[in-house]
Nanobody
Framework: QVQLVESGGGLVQAGGSLRLSCAAS????????MAWFRQAPGKERELVAR???????VYTDSVKGRFTISRDNAKNTVYLQMNSLKPDDTAVYRC????????????WGQGTQVTVSS
């Protein structure tokens, strides 16, 4: 089992920044991909960004150039630096991990609310 604990959400004005953190504990040797998803009210969950154990990031188009995903393998922690935030970024953000480079995500955090006011 792996436990994920997120932090860093909150309320920010458009154009502002937030940094999300997600710390993993438990059977962390099995972690390969770490990712951030988000879900806004009435919308489907979407992948925001993911990062491999080697540090290769992938972003959804809407956040490219604004968000940066990073990870500290020694701390089993993944971060999401969010800059130039827009009201459309408002959502519940959840981190997730999986043991491989493909397939479903095995473990999920509880989620943290990010609200961007206009």
């Amino acid at each position: 089992q792996v436990q994920l604990v997120e932090s860093g959400g909150g309320l920010v004005q458009a154009g502002g920044s937030l940094r999300l953190s997600c710390a993993a504990s438990g059977r962390t040797f099995s972690i390969y991909t770490m990712a951030w998803f988000r879900q806004a009210p009435g919308k489907e969950r979407e992948l925001v960004a993911r990062i491999s154990s080697g540090g290769t990031p992938v972003y959804t188009d809407s956040v490219k150039g604004r968000f940066t995903i990073s990870r500290d393998n020694a701390k089993n922690t993944v971060y999401l630096q969010m800059n130039s935030l827009k009201p459309d970024d408002t959502a519940v953000y959840r981190c997730a991990i999986r043991a491989g480079s493909l397939g479903p995500y095995d473990y999920w955090g509880q989620g943290t609310q990010v609200t961007v006011s206009s």
